[in-house]
């Protein structure tokens, strides 16, 4: 009777540890899961963030050129912000200040073509898409 009493008690622990080991298997297989079907609101969340630091760092620019119209520092980091953040018709008119402050400048002079290049060919077709010669275009300098 003994030797029945262990022979049960081991079943219980056996079934007990099976148990548990395949329920905390089942915890962990779902916060994997439910981590990774997370992920892409994260990925959403800083976009977002950065979008509103570009235009948080644009505005700044914009309050130092208020104050210094001809500020060549803040209109380069304006350009820059705005060409990281997709704004092709403000990047153009912070570009052509700096063009006409810098006339003999001719990496503003290119990047200004490329732009107005772009503008004109969205006319055409309707949207404003960014080129491969835009995205490899050096930040101002």
Do not use: C, H, W
């Not at 979008?51 to 208020?66: I, S, Y």
């Amino acid at each position: 009777m003994e030797n029945n009493k262990k022979s049960t008690l081991t079943k219980i622990v056996v079934i007990g540890s099976g148990i548990s080991f395949l329920g905390g298997s089942i915890l962990g297989i779902g916060g994997m899961i439910s981590s990774s079907l997370d992920r892409p609101a994260v990925n959403e969340n800083a976009a977002q963030s950065q979008n509103a630091q570009l235009q948080a760092e644009e505005k700044g620019f914009a309050t130092v050129l208020q104050r210094e119209p001809n500020n060549q520092t803040a209109l380069k980091g304006l350009v820059s912000s705005r060409m990281r953040r997709g704004d092709i018709l403000g990047t153009k008119a912070a570009l052509e200040r700096l063009v006409k402050l810098n006339p003999t400048n001719t990496q503003y002079k290119e990047l200004l073509d490329a732009i107005n290049k772009q503008v004109a060919e969205s006319k055409n077709v309707g949207t404003l898409k960014p080129t491969g010669s835009q995205q490899s275009a050096p930040t101002p300098k």
